[in-house]
């Protein structure tokens, strides 16, 4: 199993350009999860996704944007760049709830910087 | 916004020492109390989770107390080593249906030899 996979591992941006971040999880799991690592600050969540078809805003949504078509992947898309998105981000997974009780699988992260 | 608060934000402990890692939540309603261990480069992963039913629980090494009364808990690392040298991350759940996890603002541990 290769788990929760993020791709690209680091990414340089200009201001104003756009990327999506890739992940993608093989464990059939339910419940995915974005969050941003920002030093000091811990994991503040983007998105979620407690299924295919079904997105919500986390705490820190401005900027972003995310689709679950599949069970398995879970892109974050990052329309006009800005310095604040500089930043550490995780994607996670979850089987449901019920199960593992919060015990996420996370990515293993991308490195963002935006210039 | 519901917080969970931690501290320190750093710690220095010598070979052999004890690490303390507090934390305090909230909100009452939620029923599991996870901490994870995140090494430079990596992902964060679970390491040890409680639930407030229980005043504390062990996993080697590993010991988290929790006082529902005062809504904190503590992560006790004993024996502390080199190799648990990382930064960790408290965290309560946000509601009880979607599994969105509120995060503590992150320790860093370093342990000397």
């Known amino acids: 199993n290769a788990g929760v996979t993020q791709t690209p591992k680091f990414r340089i941006l200009k201001i104003g350009q756009s990327m999506t971040l890739q992940c993608t999880q093989d464990?059939?799991?339910?419940?995915m999860y974005w969050y941003r690592q920002d030093p000091g600050m811990g994991l503040k969540l983007i998105y979620y996704?407690?299924?295919?078809?079904?997105?919500d805003k986390g705490e820190v949504p401005n900027g972003y944007n995310v689709s679950r078509s599949t069970t398995e992947d879970f892109p974050l898309r990052l329309e006009l760049a800005a310095p604040s998105q500089t930043s550490v981000y995780f994607c996670?997974?979850?089987?449901?709830?019920?199960?593992?009780?919060?015990?996420?699988?996370f990515g293993s992260g991308t490195r963002l910087t935006v210039v | 916004q519901q917080q969970v608060k931690q501290s320190p934000q750093s710690l220095i402990v010598q070979k052999g020492g004890i690490s303390i890692i507090n934390c305090a939540y909230e909100n009452t309603a939620f029923d599991y109390f996870p901490w994870y261990q995140q090494f430079p480069g990596k992902g964060p992963a679970l390491l040890i989770a409680i639930r407030p039913d229980v005043s504390e629980k062990k996993e080697g090494r590993f010991t988290i107390s929790f006082n529902k009364s005062a809504k904190q808990f503590s992560l006790h690392i004993m024996d502390s080593q080199p190799g648990d040298s990382a930064t960790y991350f408290c965290a309560a759940p946000s509601d009880s249906n979607t599994g969105k996890l509120i995060f503590g603002q992150g320790t860093t541990l370093q342990v000397k030899p």
């Open positions: 996704s407690v299924g295919a078809g079904i997105t």
């Open positions: 996670a997974s979850l089987p449901s709830m019920g199960e593992a009780n919060y015990g996420y699988t």
């Open positions: 464990m059939n799991h339910n419940y």
